[in-house]
């Protein structure tokens, strides 16, 4: 998608720094609005483990990606042992909060959950996700990673679904203020001009992103269907591209790119709930029309992908005894 993005870019007659944080820009989907449509679309649970996976791993990679974006926006060296320290950093950060989290955070709930309240299960649950959401905000890091390290500790005490039912007010109120904000940050004048480069980049980021994640999802052996609908799901941008369009504030397109990143992703946020019930159909037209030869040569690839997941490494040796 970066290349992709670098490429549309330089075809719009952008220099080649403009270009590249139009790439970062349409490569990193949002794991709040999918897990906002998720709400209100139903979904197959492969479906939504794969979409949860892939925007977290991308949230991991664009905290580095973002370090690199403003050593170069800042006009520095981008020092390969610099970026090894920020992911070992990075690493630390989320093994420490995982081993601290685990033996602290699950007993907390617990015992919170013993006094039969609520709302001070509720208050306990908000508390510590604002607090490792905060503590990885002070460490440089972003506040998606932090929350999602909190709800996976707190699914860990065994009240996971007593939690998630009690919050589900709470996240309405801020799904629906994350919108209002992305809304307020636009700028219609600027977007009349280049509307152009809004409907562009719209479809790479949205084109993009879902042939890109369906080949990849088949290439690690999903069903085609799942892998389509994975793929349509992943059809969005998310916080990140306005982190990235920042990075190009100093540069006299800086403006633009930022009012086309808050405004791209405000489209495909209201374009993702579309997308992902389009992705039923769309699964089964592919399913119907996909020729019978490539249908068996993805059940022959899924087949020896299983096979070599499930191969251990004393079978081996056995064989090579039997042998």
Request: glycine letters at 12%; proline letters at 3%.
């Amino acid at each position: 998608m970066i290349g992709l993005g670098y490429l549309v870019g330089r075809l719009m007659g952008w220099t080649p720094w403009e270009s590249l944080v139009t790439g970062a820009i349409v490569s990193i989907s949002g794991a709040v609005i999918v897990a906002k449509v998720f709400e209100e679309v139903r979904v197959d649970s492969r479906v939504r483990e794969l979409v949860f996976g892939v925007v977290l791993c991308e949230d991991v990679i664009g905290i580095l990606l973002l370090a690199v974006l403003i050593t170069f926006g800042n006009g520095g060296v981008l020092s390969f042992h610099e970026l090894e320290i920020d992911a070992g950093r990075l690493g630390s950060f989320i093994i420490v909060a995982i081993v601290i989290g685990l033996i602290t955070v699950p007993y907390v709930v617990r015992g919170v959950a013993r006094f039969k309240r609520p709302e001070t299960l509720v208050i306990t649950s908000l508390g510590l996700c604002f607090a490792f959401a905060m503590i990885a905000e002070r460490l440089g890091y972003t506040v998606v990673l932090g929350a999602f390290l909190a709800g996976s500790l707190v699914a860990e005490s065994e009240q996971g679904a007593v939690v998630e039912k009690l919050i589900e007010p709470v996240r309405h109120i801020f799904g629906a203020l994350f919108f209002v904000g992305v809304g307020m940050l636009i700028e219609p004048q600027l977007l009349a001009k280049n509307w152009p480069a809004l409907a562009v980049l719209t479809v790479v980021a949205i084109v993009g992103k879902t042939v890109f994640v369906s080949l990849a999802s088949m290439l690690i052996g999903e069903r085609p269907d799942t892998a389509v609908k994975t793929g349509f799901a992943m059809g969005q941008i998310g916080t990140f591209s306005i982190l990235f369009a920042l990075a190009a504030a100093g540069d006299a397109m800086g403006g633009l790119l930022y009012s086309l990143a808050v405004a791209l992703k405000a489209v495909t946020s209201v374009l993702c709930p579309l997308l992902i019930r389009a992705s039923n159909p769309a699964a089964d037209w592919i399913d119907r029309h996909l020729p019978v030869g490539v249908q068996n040569a993805l059940s022959k690839y899924g087949a020896w992908l299983d096979r070599t997941r499930k191969l251990r490494p004393t079978d081996g040796i056995e064989r090579g005894k039997a042998g």
